[in-house]
């Protein structure tokens, strides 16, 4: 069974920084892209970043210059380096891969139990 696990979220305080990390696990053949996205209370789930398994970025225009998204294929793990933090960057924050399991037939859309990161004045 394919399962992504994130860890880092936290409290920190603006202008601070923060490492979200997700790894991949189960019987996995291949990963597609891997991304991360958020949801603060009362908004609708938004797009922060995505990278390709060739290395290929997409930031929100929001977070861009101050997130940076890497991966590890060798890990099945993506990281989410967050930079000059801000209060409106608070949210739950969810890690989201298309993976190819080994016993399936295509890729599937799989998604993370979420981390809190809490921005504070």
Known sequence: QVQLVESGGGLVGTGGS???SCAASGSIFR?????????APGKQ???VATITSGGTTNYAGSVKGRFT????????TTYLQMNSLKLE??????????IWGATM?????YWGQGTQVTVSS
């Open 105 to 109: 037939s295509r890729f599937l859309n």
């Open 18 to 20: 923060l490492r979200l």
């Open 89 to 98: 960057d608070t949210a739950v924050y969810y890690c989201n891969a298309v």
């Open 69 to 76: 998204i890497s991966r590890d294929n060798a890990q099945n």
């Open 31 to 39: 990963i597609n892209a891997m991304g991360w996205y958020r949801q």
């Open 45 to 47: 789930r938004e797009l």
